[in-house]
Structure formats: structure tokens, C-alpha cells
């Protein structure tokens, strides 16, 4: 099984990929985190995270693999089950990398690492307004392709609103 979570930012969908990945999966999970540090805030949201798979697979449970940048390789290095989150962390980092004109090759190696047992989190842009400024377009525009895509290529779809997932595919 391919699968894709949506839904808002805070809305769950961290937190349901792991617990289905636990449910369904045996360990060791391979977990692809995109995120970098950058300040303060987003240290300690990783540490929760982290913190959080800690409680739900011990020791051995989830295996992290940090990429920020080459998801598609990521994804070929992990094991037969794998978590990645997130895709929205993933564009930001492309974009501050200055790899957009890359995009479609690199998001194409991302959909052939989405091999069977594999579950996506990303966000819903699709609901918000257009962003005043050509950055923030242009990055809804990305992130947008890529959740299109990914929901192509999955057998599963939810959309998490309130923490409450809707199946969508």
C-alpha cells in the first residue's frame, strides 16, 4: 500500500502515519524526516517528533533517515516500510537550495521510490487564498504537483481534518 496524508498544518496527519505504519508495519520503520533545523520553533517540533516515535516503536522501532534535499534516494535507501514526512518541508528546502528548475526530475524520482508500503504526509494548499508575494505562489504551485501526483501514484488517500481522517481514495 501507497499512502498519501493530507490536511491542514496541526491537523494530525504525523501522528496517524506513524500510528497506522505501527498498526500495519512490523519494525524496524524506516522514518524520512525532510525537515532542518532552522530556528528555535522548528527544533523543538522536531524534538516532539522524535519524541514521539520514541514512545511508539522503542528503541528499535523507527529508523530515522534524515534527507533533506534527495527524497527519491531516500526512499530507495530505506527498507521494505517507510514513512516520509514531510513533502512540504521537502519543497522548502528545495526552493532555499535553489533546485526549483530541478523539480520535475526530482519529484519524478520521488514517485518511483513510492514502492509498496510506503505512507506520505504532506499539506493542503488547495483550500487557502493566493499569497500576495511570487515566492509563496510559486511554492503552493510545487508543493500543489507534487500532491497531485503523489495521489496518482497511491492506492490510499486521507484528508485529516481536526485530527478526524477522511478517506479520500
Same mark, same amino acid.
Given at each position: 500500500?501507497?499512502?498519501?496524508?493530507?490536511?491542514?498544518?496541526?491537523?494530525?496527519?504525523?501522528?496517524?502515519? +506513524? #500510528? *497506522?505504519? &505501527?498498526?500495519?508495519?512490523?519494525?524496524?520503520?524506516?522514518?524520512?524526516?525532510?525537515?532542518? $533545523? @532552522?530556528? =528555535? %520553533?522548528?527544533? +523543538? #517540533? *522536531?524534538? &516532539?517528533?522524535?519524541?514521539?516515535?520514541?514512545?511508539?516503536?522503542?528503541?528499535?522501532?523507527? $529508523? @530515522?533517515? =534524515? %534527507?533533506?534535499?534527495?527524497?527519491?534516494?531516500?526512499?530507495?535507501?530505506?527498507?521494505?516500510?517507510?514513512?516520509?514526512?514531510?513533502?512540504?518541508?521537502?519543497?522548502?528546502?528545495?526552493?532555499?537550495?535553489?533546485?526549483?528548475?530541478?523539480?520535475?526530475?526530482?519529484?519524478?524520482?520521488?514517485?518511483?521510490?513510492?514502492?509498496?508500503?510506503?505512507?506520505?504526509?504532506?499539506?493542503?494548499?488547495?483550500?487557502?487564498?493566493?499569497?500576495?508575494?511570487?515566492?509563496?505562489?510559486?511554492?503552493?504551485?510545487?508543493?500543489?504537483?507534487?500532491?497531485?501526483?503523489?495521489?496518482?501514484?497511491?492506492?490510499?488517500?486521507?484528508?485529516?481534518?481536526?485530527?478526524?481522517?477522511?478517506?479520500?481514495?
Amino acid at each position: 500500500m501507497i499512502m498519501l496524508i493530507t490536511g491542514g498544518i496541526k491537523s494530525g496527519k504525523s501522528s496517524r502515519a +506513524l #500510528r *497506522i505504519a &505501527r498498526e500495519e508495519w512490523p519494525f524496524p520503520i524506516h522514518f524520512i524526516a525532510t525537515a532542518q $533545523v @532552522t530556528d =528555535e %520553533e522548528l527544533g +523543538l #517540533r *522536531i524534538r &516532539r517528533h522524535q519524541e514521539e516515535r520514541a514512545r511508539l516503536g522503542g528503541d528499535a522501532g523507527f $529508523v @530515522t533517515i =534524515e %534527507e533533506p534535499l534527495e527524497l527519491g534516494e531516500a526512499l530507495s535507501r530505506a527498507g521494505p516500510y517507510a514513512v516520509v514526512d514531510c513533502i512540504p518541508m521537502w519543497i522548502n528546502n528545495l526552493i532555499y537550495h535553489k533546485r526549483e528548475a530541478d523539480f520535475s526530475g526530482i519529484l519524478g524520482a520521488v514517485i518511483r521510490g513510492l514502492r509498496q508500503n510506503r505512507i506520505v504526509v504532506t499539506n493542503e494548499t488547495g483550500m487557502g487564498n493566493v499569497p500576495f508575494d511570487e515566492t509563496t505562489r510559486r511554492y503552493n504551485e510545487l508543493l500543489a504537483e507534487a500532491n497531485r501526483k503523489i495521489a496518482e501514484a497511491a492506492d490510499r488517500v486521507e484528508l485529516m481534518v481536526s485530527g478526524i481522517p477522511l478517506r479520500i481514495k
